[in-house]
Protein backbone atom coordinates (compact mmCIF):
# COMPACT_ATOMS: atom_id res chain seq x y z
CA UNK A 1 0.00 0.00 0.00
CA UNK A 2 0.98 3.71 -0.48
CA UNK A 3 0.98 4.27 3.39
CA UNK A 4 1.00 2.69 6.52
CA UNK A 5 -2.45 3.61 7.49
CA UNK A 6 -3.64 1.93 4.36
CA UNK A 7 -1.37 -1.09 4.88
CA UNK A 8 -3.37 -1.45 8.87
CA UNK A 9 -6.76 -1.13 7.33
CA UNK A 10 -5.93 -3.94 5.03
CA UNK A 11 -5.14 -5.97 7.84
CA UNK A 12 -7.65 -5.90 9.48
CA UNK A 13 -10.26 -5.89 6.94
CA UNK A 14 -8.67 -9.60 5.41
CA UNK A 15 -7.34 -10.63 9.10
CA UNK A 16 -9.43 -9.71 11.45
CA UNK A 17 -12.86 -9.03 9.65
CA UNK A 18 -12.68 -11.48 7.00
CA UNK A 19 -11.16 -14.39 8.88
CA UNK A 20 -11.51 -13.66 12.71
CA UNK A 21 -7.91 -14.09 12.98
CA UNK A 22 -6.13 -11.01 14.76
CA UNK A 23 -3.57 -9.71 12.58
CA UNK A 24 -1.92 -8.30 15.57
CA UNK A 25 -1.51 -12.54 16.59
CA UNK A 26 -0.65 -13.40 13.33
CA UNK A 27 2.70 -10.70 13.33
CA UNK A 28 3.68 -11.40 16.70
CA UNK A 29 4.04 -15.24 16.01
CA UNK A 30 4.99 -15.11 12.56
CA UNK A 31 7.91 -12.48 13.29
CA UNK A 32 9.01 -14.82 15.58
CA UNK A 33 9.59 -17.89 13.31
CA UNK A 34 11.11 -15.70 10.95
CA UNK A 35 13.70 -14.80 13.13
CA UNK A 36 14.16 -18.17 15.18
CA UNK A 37 13.04 -20.47 12.17
CA UNK A 38 12.63 -23.85 13.41
CA UNK A 39 14.21 -23.20 17.13
CA UNK A 40 12.14 -25.30 19.87
CA UNK A 41 12.35 -22.94 22.43
CA UNK A 42 11.86 -19.86 20.32
CA UNK A 43 9.56 -20.75 17.49
CA UNK A 44 5.94 -20.50 18.12
CA UNK A 45 4.90 -22.62 15.02
CA UNK A 46 6.42 -25.73 16.64
CA UNK A 47 5.34 -25.27 20.13
CA UNK A 48 1.99 -27.44 19.56
CA UNK A 49 2.48 -29.23 22.82
CA UNK A 50 0.25 -31.80 24.03
CA UNK A 51 -1.26 -32.40 20.67
CA UNK A 52 2.03 -32.40 18.24
CA UNK A 53 5.90 -32.56 18.82
CA UNK A 54 8.32 -32.70 16.38
CA UNK A 55 11.09 -33.46 18.61
CA UNK A 56 11.44 -35.95 21.22
CA UNK A 57 13.66 -32.95 23.39
CA UNK A 58 9.87 -32.32 24.17
CA UNK A 59 9.64 -34.71 25.66
CA UNK A 60 11.71 -33.02 28.56
CA UNK A 61 9.27 -30.34 29.13
CA UNK A 62 11.22 -27.32 27.40
CA UNK A 63 10.71 -24.09 28.43
CA UNK A 64 9.23 -21.18 25.80
CA UNK A 65 10.99 -18.12 25.64
CA UNK A 66 8.41 -17.26 23.31
CA UNK A 67 5.24 -17.75 25.58
CA UNK A 68 7.41 -17.39 28.63
CA UNK A 69 6.22 -21.24 29.66
CA UNK A 70 7.24 -24.82 30.53
CA UNK A 71 5.94 -26.79 27.47
CA UNK A 72 4.87 -29.54 29.94
CA UNK A 73 4.98 -33.13 29.00
CA UNK A 74 2.40 -34.69 30.85
CA UNK A 75 0.18 -37.67 30.73
CA UNK A 76 -2.09 -35.94 28.33
CA UNK A 77 0.27 -34.78 26.15
CA UNK A 78 2.24 -38.34 26.13
CA UNK A 79 -0.98 -40.10 24.93
CA UNK A 80 -1.62 -37.18 22.51
CA UNK A 81 1.68 -37.02 21.17
CA UNK A 82 1.92 -41.50 20.78
CA UNK A 83 -0.92 -41.21 18.51
CA UNK A 84 0.15 -38.03 16.43
CA UNK A 85 1.12 -39.49 13.08
CA UNK A 86 -2.98 -40.71 12.93
CA UNK A 87 -4.33 -37.62 14.45
CA UNK A 88 -2.76 -35.12 11.67
CA UNK A 89 -5.22 -34.82 9.43
CA UNK A 90 -7.59 -34.65 11.54
CA UNK A 91 -6.70 -32.08 13.81
CA UNK A 92 -5.68 -29.93 10.60
CA UNK A 93 -9.46 -30.23 9.53
CA UNK A 94 -10.21 -28.26 12.98
CA UNK A 95 -7.02 -26.37 13.01
CA UNK A 96 -8.82 -22.80 12.67
CA UNK A 97 -10.68 -22.85 15.96
CA UNK A 98 -6.85 -22.89 17.58
CA UNK A 99 -6.11 -19.90 15.59
CA UNK A 100 -9.61 -18.24 17.06
CA UNK A 101 -8.53 -19.08 20.83
CA UNK A 102 -5.18 -18.32 20.67
CA UNK A 103 -6.50 -14.31 19.05
CA UNK A 104 -8.91 -14.29 21.83
CA UNK A 105 -6.19 -15.01 24.25
CA UNK A 106 -3.82 -12.23 23.08
CA UNK A 107 -6.10 -9.32 22.15
CA UNK A 108 -7.42 -9.75 26.10
CA UNK A 109 -4.08 -10.46 27.97
CA UNK A 110 -2.26 -8.26 29.68
CA UNK A 111 0.41 -8.44 26.91
CA UNK A 112 0.94 -5.23 25.35
CA UNK A 113 -0.72 -5.52 21.74
CA UNK A 114 -0.66 -2.93 19.08
CA UNK A 115 -3.51 -1.33 17.82
CA UNK A 116 -5.79 -3.17 20.20
CA UNK A 117 -8.75 -1.28 19.73
CA UNK A 118 -9.03 -1.98 16.29
CA UNK A 119 -8.18 -6.18 16.36
CA UNK A 120 -11.01 -6.32 18.68
CA UNK A 121 -13.55 -3.99 16.62
CA UNK A 122 -12.26 -6.31 13.49
CA UNK A 123 -12.82 -9.70 15.86
CA UNK A 124 -16.50 -8.24 16.54
CA UNK A 125 -17.19 -7.55 12.77
CA UNK A 126 -16.50 -11.59 12.11
CA UNK A 127 -18.47 -12.81 15.37
CA UNK A 128 -21.12 -10.71 14.02
CA UNK A 129 -21.48 -10.91 9.99
CA UNK A 130 -20.27 -15.26 10.29
CA UNK A 131 -22.92 -16.30 13.05
CA UNK A 132 -25.35 -14.69 11.02
CA UNK A 133 -25.04 -16.16 7.72
CA UNK A 134 -24.49 -19.90 9.47
CA UNK A 135 -27.80 -19.00 11.00
CA UNK A 136 -29.39 -18.14 7.29
CA UNK A 137 -29.49 -22.09 6.95
CA UNK A 138 -32.73 -24.24 7.57
CA UNK A 139 -31.54 -26.63 10.14
CA UNK A 140 -29.01 -27.47 12.83
CA UNK A 141 -27.29 -30.47 11.01
CA UNK A 142 -26.93 -28.29 7.94
CA UNK A 143 -25.04 -25.56 9.97
CA UNK A 144 -23.13 -27.60 11.66
CA UNK A 145 -21.66 -29.27 8.10
CA UNK A 146 -21.44 -25.86 6.51
CA UNK A 147 -18.87 -24.77 9.69
CA UNK A 148 -17.14 -27.95 9.33
CA UNK A 149 -16.49 -27.27 5.32
CA UNK A 150 -15.53 -24.17 5.96
CA UNK A 151 -12.55 -25.48 8.33
CA UNK A 152 -11.94 -28.56 5.94
CA UNK A 153 -11.12 -26.30 3.37
CA UNK A 154 -8.47 -23.65 5.46
CA UNK A 155 -7.07 -27.14 6.44
CA UNK A 156 -5.05 -27.15 2.86
CA UNK A 157 -3.50 -24.09 4.17
CA UNK A 158 -2.32 -25.32 7.89
CA UNK A 159 -1.10 -28.73 6.28
CA UNK A 160 1.03 -26.38 3.76
CA UNK A 161 2.42 -24.71 7.06
CA UNK A 162 3.57 -27.75 8.65
CA UNK A 163 4.96 -29.45 5.49
CA UNK A 164 7.56 -26.21 5.26
CA UNK A 165 9.19 -26.88 8.64
CA UNK A 166 7.79 -30.31 10.39
CA UNK A 167 10.02 -32.50 9.01
CA UNK A 168 12.84 -30.01 8.98
CA UNK A 169 16.10 -29.74 11.08
CA UNK A 170 15.47 -28.45 14.70
CA UNK A 171 17.37 -27.20 17.05
CA UNK A 172 17.28 -25.21 20.74
CA UNK A 173 18.62 -21.78 21.33
CA UNK A 174 18.31 -18.65 18.94
CA UNK A 175 20.51 -18.03 15.34
CA UNK A 176 23.48 -15.78 16.23
CA UNK A 177 25.84 -14.08 14.05
CA UNK A 178 25.88 -15.37 10.60
CA UNK A 179 23.86 -18.42 11.69
CA UNK A 180 20.49 -17.02 10.42
CA UNK A 181 20.98 -17.48 7.04
CA UNK A 182 22.15 -21.17 7.57
CA UNK A 183 18.96 -21.65 9.94
CA UNK A 184 16.64 -20.89 7.71
CA UNK A 185 17.86 -23.33 4.91
CA UNK A 186 18.21 -26.12 7.32
CA UNK A 187 14.29 -25.07 8.45
CA UNK A 188 12.68 -24.76 5.37
CA UNK A 189 11.34 -27.25 2.83
CA UNK A 190 9.84 -26.39 -0.60
CA UNK A 191 7.49 -27.86 -2.71
CA UNK A 192 8.18 -28.66 -6.04
CA UNK A 193 5.17 -28.19 -8.40
CA UNK A 194 4.46 -26.70 -11.94
CA UNK A 195 3.93 -22.71 -12.50
CA UNK A 196 -0.18 -24.09 -13.31
CA UNK A 197 -0.07 -25.20 -9.52
CA UNK A 198 1.11 -21.85 -7.67
CA UNK A 199 -2.74 -20.74 -7.14
CA UNK A 200 -2.74 -23.64 -4.96
CA UNK A 201 0.03 -22.98 -2.73
CA UNK A 202 -0.07 -19.46 -2.81
CA UNK A 203 3.66 -18.88 -2.92
CA UNK A 204 3.78 -20.69 0.53
CA UNK A 205 6.08 -23.99 -1.96
CA UNK A 206 8.68 -21.79 -2.06
CA UNK A 207 8.99 -21.51 1.82
CA UNK A 208 13.14 -20.84 1.64
CA UNK A 209 12.75 -17.70 -1.08
CA UNK A 210 9.89 -16.40 1.64
CA UNK A 211 11.56 -16.58 4.16
CA UNK A 212 15.17 -15.11 2.78
CA UNK A 213 12.98 -11.99 1.04
CA UNK A 214 9.62 -12.20 3.34
CA UNK A 215 8.75 -9.07 2.02
CA UNK A 216 9.00 -10.16 -1.91
CA UNK A 217 5.53 -10.49 -3.25
CA UNK A 218 4.94 -14.19 -3.85
CA UNK A 219 4.64 -13.41 -7.59
CA UNK A 220 8.31 -12.86 -7.40
CA UNK A 221 8.94 -16.20 -5.87
CA UNK A 222 9.52 -18.37 -8.76
CA UNK A 223 11.68 -15.80 -10.00
CA UNK A 224 14.33 -15.66 -7.47
CA UNK A 225 13.89 -19.47 -6.92
CA UNK A 226 16.95 -20.25 -9.20
CA UNK A 227 19.32 -17.69 -7.52
CA UNK A 228 19.11 -19.07 -4.05
CA UNK A 229 18.95 -22.63 -5.12
CA UNK A 230 22.44 -21.56 -7.08
CA UNK A 231 23.78 -19.81 -3.76
CA UNK A 232 22.87 -22.82 -1.73
CA UNK A 233 25.08 -24.76 -3.85
CA UNK A 234 28.08 -22.37 -3.49
CA UNK A 235 28.50 -22.33 0.21
CA UNK A 236 26.93 -25.69 -0.05
CA UNK A 237 24.18 -25.51 2.10
CA UNK A 238 20.87 -27.49 2.43
CA UNK A 239 18.52 -26.84 -0.69
CA UNK A 240 15.25 -29.15 -0.02
CA UNK A 241 12.24 -29.07 -2.46
CA UNK A 242 9.96 -32.18 -2.22
CA UNK A 243 7.32 -32.92 -4.19
CA UNK A 244 3.69 -32.34 -1.99
CA UNK A 245 3.43 -36.32 -1.80
CA UNK A 246 6.73 -36.38 -0.53
CA UNK A 247 6.46 -33.77 1.71
CA UNK A 248 3.63 -35.21 3.62
CA UNK A 249 5.45 -38.44 3.89
CA UNK A 250 8.49 -36.91 5.15
CA UNK A 251 5.93 -35.21 7.35
CA UNK A 252 4.02 -38.44 8.73
CA UNK A 253 7.69 -40.06 8.86
CA UNK A 254 8.97 -36.84 11.75
CA UNK A 255 5.58 -37.17 13.48
CA UNK A 256 5.53 -41.24 13.72
CA UNK A 257 9.53 -41.29 14.82
CA UNK A 258 8.32 -39.04 18.18
CA UNK A 259 4.69 -40.39 18.42
CA UNK A 260 6.81 -44.10 18.85
CA UNK A 261 9.68 -42.19 21.31
CA UNK A 262 6.83 -41.00 23.15
CA UNK A 263 5.79 -44.46 23.83
CA UNK A 264 8.55 -45.44 24.78
CA UNK A 265 9.99 -43.38 28.26
CA UNK A 266 12.72 -46.17 28.42
CA UNK A 267 14.38 -44.55 25.56
CA UNK A 268 16.35 -41.19 26.62
CA UNK A 269 15.75 -38.15 25.18
CA UNK A 270 18.74 -36.97 22.76
CA UNK A 271 21.44 -35.82 24.08
CA UNK A 272 22.81 -34.53 20.81
CA UNK A 273 21.95 -32.74 17.26
CA UNK A 274 23.66 -35.86 15.46
CA UNK A 275 21.24 -38.08 17.45
CA UNK A 276 18.67 -35.81 16.62
CA UNK A 277 19.22 -35.39 12.83
CA UNK A 278 19.59 -39.22 12.09
CA UNK A 279 16.90 -40.67 14.28
CA UNK A 280 13.75 -37.67 13.98
CA UNK A 281 14.64 -35.93 10.98
CA UNK A 282 16.38 -37.93 9.08
Same mark, same amino acid.
Given at each position: ?????????????????????????????????????????????????P? +? !? %?? =??????? &???????????? @????????????????????????????????L???????????N??????????????????????????????? +? !? %?? =??????? &???????????? @??????????????????????M??????????????????????????????????????????Y????????????????????????????????? @??????????
Amino acid at each position: MSSRGYNKLAQILSGNCLTGISIAWWKWTHNAHHIACNSLDHDPDLQHIPV +F !A %VS =SRFFSSI &TSSFYGRKLNFD @LLARFLISYQHWTYYPVMIVARVNLFIQTFLLLFSSRKVPDRAFNIAGILVFWTWFPLLVSCLPNWPERFMFVLTS +F !A %VT =SIQHVQF &TLNHFSANVYVG @LPTGNDWFEKQTSGTIDISCSSMMDWFFGGLQFQLEHHLFPRLPRCHLRKVSPLVRELCKKHNLPYRSLSFLEANKSTIRTLRTAALQARDLTNPAPKN @LLWEAINTHG
